[in-house]
């Protein structure tokens, strides 16, 4: 997209917002799904 190249800088500004939101929610989900996996990592360790 070529919002802020043809001037549309309202659009441009909300793609800008749409994306930073999208990247955060990825990522929490990532750091969730991580935090998950080293509690089982840690688990199997204690227990043997």
Not at 18 to 45: C, F, G, N, P, S
């Amino acid at each position: 997209m070529r919002l802020m190249e043809n001037g549309d800088w309202a659009a441009a500004n909300d793609e800008k917002a749409r994306l930073e939101e999208k990247q955060r929610a990825d990522t929490k989900k990532y750091q969730v799904m991580r935090l998950e996996t080293d509690i089982q990592l840690q688990i199997t360790i204690v227990t043997g």
